[in-house]
C-alpha cells in the first residue's frame, strides 16, 4: 500500500486546509486509517484516526472541535480538515493505513499502523 499525502502549505493563525491522502489499492477502504503529525524536534503525535466506514472518529483533545477526518472510499482517500489553526499545529502531518479493526490494539498509536504517506507540512504562522 502506497500513500500519498498532499495539502500543506503556510496559512496564517485563525486559517484553513484541507489535507488528503490517497491509497494507491482500493481495498484500504476496509482499512482504518489515521493522521499524525510531528513538529521539529518532537516526537510524533497522534492526531484523529477513523474507521473504515468513517462512521468511527477520535481526535486528540488538542485538535478537538477544529480538525475534522473523513473519507471516501470510491477515491481510497482520506481527508482532514483543518480550522482555526494555531502556530502549535506546525508539523509534517502524515496519513497512515492498517487493516486491523479500528479501535482495537494501538489505534492511536505509531506503532498501530503499518503503511505510512510521506508526509506534507504544515506551517501556521503567528
Known amino acids: 500500500v502506497q500513500l500519498q499525502a498532499s495539502g500543506g502549505g503556510l496559512v496564517q493563525a485563525g486559517g484553513s486546509l484541507r489535507l488528503s491522502c490517497q491509497a494507491s489499492?482500493?481495498?484500504?477502504?476496509?482499512?482504518?486509517m489515521a493522521w499524525f503529525r510531528q513538529a521539529p524536534g518532537k516526537e510524533r503525535e497522534f492526531v484523529t484516526a477513523i474507521s473504515w466506514s468513517g462512521f468511527g472518529t477520535d481526535y486528540a483533545d488538542s485538535v478537538k472541535g477544529r480538525f475534522t477526518s473523513s473519507r471516501d472510499n470510491a477515491k481510497s482517500t482520506v481527508y482532514l480538515q483543518m480550522n482555526s489553526l494555531k502556530p502549535e499545529d506546525t508539523a509534517v502531518y502524515y496519513c497512515?493505513?492498517?487493516?486491523?479493526?479500528?479501535?482495537?490494539?494501538?489505534?492511536?498509536?505509531?506503532?498501530?499502523?503499518?503503511?505510512w504517506g510521506q508526509g506534507t507540512l504544515v506551517t501556521v504562522s503567528s
Open positions: 497512515a493505513a492498517d487493516p486491523r479493526i479500528y479501535g482495537s490494539s494501538g489505534w492511536n498509536k505509531v506503532h498501530g499502523y503499518d503503511y
Open positions: 489499492i482500493s481495498t484500504v477502504s476496509r482499512y482504518r
